[in-house]
């Protein structure tokens, strides 16, 4: 009993966060920041910041096929090929299609990435807040539940999250785009300013406006203490950034929790479960399986924090079953895993525009130009839910360009930049209902014995009725810029490949109808919290990473507050 009492005394901590991407990442932050000891569990491998990007300065000569996967690695990978990022430069950031197999009851492109720090390697980067329009949009258009916050409750923990990881993008006093703690922005090339000049001088509710990303342009000093520079707009930031250019959990916030002394991080081992303490009425901690060895251990905490991603939190909830939770952790109402949503991406336009052939750009910067939505804002007015926010950049043909001469014509033609191309494309909102679901496999399991996820996932007539409108109007924006050469496309990609999956485990001001309160806690079980994309209400139309983020802070704060009370 002494022996054991020791162990589990050696395997207890403050808090325990499940996950080590980009939430996971600003719990821990927060956690030790507080002084908690904080235990960080992490699935995949350890991957140290500059240490373990083995890429990063490589020359395109310096692989052997140039970047470009092998025909065996595309075969064996047909989902993760799909993703704009996944390359030779970049494919040890990502889980492979047979290492994590699961059930597609639907089409489903899952992209994952298991290592220390998680997808916040490999993201793209770009921020927005979200509007009070975003937050008031359930209850105003009737779907899904309210929200339990409002922005005004947010916007201090968005500013929070802004200057510690460095956005980049102007104060544009856009009701629709709040704006943000910013550091100067990335510039807009001659072309997309024309676009942008065009489009406000022939629509009064479309504001088109440099994106915003975390990019450092001009480090402050909590951006030096984290160690990192400023961003050189090399454009290869999926293979870990030398200079800690862009925001990650390796580069910024793991690092910051580890100087505090109150950090231990496990990697390589697969949350289980969470334990539920029939006696106490709540959580005591997970079981973990060693991802190599398999030996299962217990480790304990006074709270914790689901941060897995998305759909992974949905699976450890769904398999945290006890005879308290049958249906799996805090499922009373029987909605977890239900009222998943992500971004609608089906929707390409590209064009050309004659002229502008005196000028060039500099760098490969990491944002386009961005619009937030302009429809349905005020009020219901289309014959769909909610809008899409529009991306769209311009460039000039390069030396790989296409061409019909040959030996030095072709030298002295291709020395030359092409003209000009735009390619602009839509990020639309979906609409969480219940028959978009994950579920746990009844008879299937990985390599550790844990069941694997099921996706039944699918678009439905809102989302082709968006589509279309965007297809519609951003051919006519194009045209009315004096673009030509207009060609709009469906991709019919399949969901999950927008990389931006929401919902499963929903906030709401009921327990009847959401698993999570507005601080993120379970209803049943509050020393339990979900703070990454699994938590969401709705989607919105802007990129939702920050937004994560804020929820993050706020509830690891509210945490530490309810832990002096002898709350939790």
């Known amino acids: 009993m002494y022996l054991q009492g020791k162990a589990k005394e050696s395997n207890t901590y403050?808090?325990?966060?499940?996950?080590?991407?980009?939430?996971?990442?600003?719990?821990?932050?927060?956690?030790?920041?507080?002084?908690?000891?904080?235990?960080?569990?992490?699935?995949?491998?350890?991957?140290?910041?500059?240490?373990?990007?083995?890429?990063?300065?490589?020359?395109?000569?310096?692989?052997?096929?140039?970047?470009?996967?092998?025909?065996?690695?595309?075969?064996?990978?047909?989902?993760?090929?799909?993703?704009?990022?996944?390359?030779?430069?970049?494919?040890?950031?990502?889980?492979?299609?047979?290492?994590?197999?699961?059930?597609?009851?639907?089409?489903?492109?899952?992209?994952?990435?298991?290592?220390?720090?998680?997808?916040?390697?490999?993201?793209?980067?770009?921020?927005?807040?979200?509007?009070?329009?975003?937050?008031?949009?359930?209850?105003?258009?009737?779907?899904?539940?309210?929200?339990?916050?409002?922005?005004?409750?947010?916007?201090?923990?968005?500013?929070?999250?802004?200057?510690?990881?460095?956005?980049?993008?102007?104060?544009?006093?856009?009701?629709?785009?709040?704006?943000?703690?910013?550091?100067?922005?990335?510039?807009?090339?001659?072309?997309?300013?024309?676009?942008?000049?065009?489009?406000?001088?022939?629509?009064?509710?479309?504001?088109?406006?440099?994106?915003?990303?975390?990019?450092?342009?001009?480090?402050?000093?909590?951006?030096?203490?984290?160690?990192?520079?400023?961003?050189?707009?090399?454009?290869?930031?999926?293979?870990?950034?030398?200079?800690?250019?862009?925001?990650?959990s390796n580069s910024a916030t793991l690092p910051w929790a580890a100087k505090t002394g109150n950090l231990t991080m496990r990697t390589d081992a697969m949350v289980h479960s969470i334990l539920y303490d029939e006696a106490k009425k709540k959580a005591s901690g997970v079981k973990v399986i060693d991802a190599n060895t398999k030996e299962e251990t217990d480790y304990f905490a006074r709270v914790i924090f689901v941060n897995g991603a998305c759909l992974n939190s949905n699976l450890l909830l769904l398999n945290s079953k006890s005879s308290r939770f049958p249906d799996g952790f805090g499922n009373d109402n029987g909605l977890l895993g239900k009222y998943v949503a992500f971004h609608n991406y089906r929707g390409n336009i590209t064009a050309t525009i004659d002229g502008f052939k005196d000028t060039y750009y500099e760098g490969r910067r990491p944002a386009a130009i961005m619009m937030p939505s302009f429809r349905n804002v005020h009020k219901q007015e289309m014959d769909f839910l909610r809008g899409y926010m529009v991306f769209y950049s311009a460039s000039r043909g390069g030396w790989s360009r296409g061409s019909d001469q040959i030996g030095a014509a072709l030298k002295e033609e291709v020395s030359q930049p092409g003209g000009w191309s735009i390619f602009m494309m839509m990020q639309g909102e979906t609409i969480p209902k219940a028959s978009n679901k994950v579920y746990l496999s009844p008879d299937k399991k990985d390599a550790w014995g844990i069941p694997l996820l099921v996706t039944d996932i699918d678009y439905d007539e809102n989302d082709l009725k968006s589509l279309h409108d965007f297809l519609e109007q951003g051919s006519d924006m194009l045209d009315k810029s004096g673009c030509r050469n207009i060609v709009s496309y469906d991709t019919k990609q399949a969901p999950g490949l927008d990389i931006h999956e929401m919902g499963g485990v929903r906030m709401g001001r009921d327990p009847k109808t959401s698993l999570l309160n507005k601080w993120n806690q379970f209803h049943n079980c509050p020393n339990v919290f979900v703070t990454d994309g699994a938590a969401m209400v709705s989607t919105s139309s802007q990129n939702p990473s920050l937004t994560f983020m804020a929820f993050t802070a706020r509830a690891a704060n509210h945490a530490v507050e309810e832990m002096k009370k002898q709350n939790l």
Not at 108 to 119: H, L, T
Not at 165 to 179: C, F, M, Q, W
């Open 14 to 248: 403050d808090a325990i966060v499940i996950g080590s991407g980009i939430t996971g990442g600003w719990a821990a932050k927060e956690f030790c920041e507080h002084g908690l000891k904080t235990l960080v569990i992490e699935r995949g491998r350890p991957v140290k910041h500059l240490k373990d990007y083995p890429t990063a300065t490589m020359n395109p000569w310096d692989f052997k096929n140039r970047g470009a996967l092998t025909r065996e690695e595309q075969d064996a990978n047909p989902i993760a090929k799909r993703c704009y990022a996944f390359d030779d430069a970049t494919k040890h950031f990502f889980v492979k299609d047979d290492e994590h197999p699961y059930v597609q009851e639907k089409p489903f492109d899952w992209i994952r990435g298991y290592q220390e720090g998680g997808k916040s390697l490999i993201w793209a980067r770009q921020t927005q807040r979200w509007s009070h329009f975003d937050f008031e949009a359930p209850e105003r258009d009737g779907f899904a539940v309210p929200w339990p916050v409002t922005y005004q409750e947010m916007a201090p923990w968005y500013s929070h999250v802004e200057k510690f990881v460095g956005i980049a993008g102007n104060r544009d006093g856009l009701e629709t785009l709040p704006d943000c703690e910013s550091l100067p922005a990335f510039e807009m090339n001659c072309v997309e300013k024309h676009v942008s000049e065009q489009i406000r001088k022939n629509y009064n509710d479309r504001f088109p406006v440099i994106g915003r990303c975390a990019h450092l342009t001009q480090p402050q000093e909590v951006h030096l203490q984290q160690g990192r520079g400023k961003c050189q707009a090399r454009e290869l930031c999926y293979r870990g950034c030398p200079y800690g250019g862009y925001f990650s």
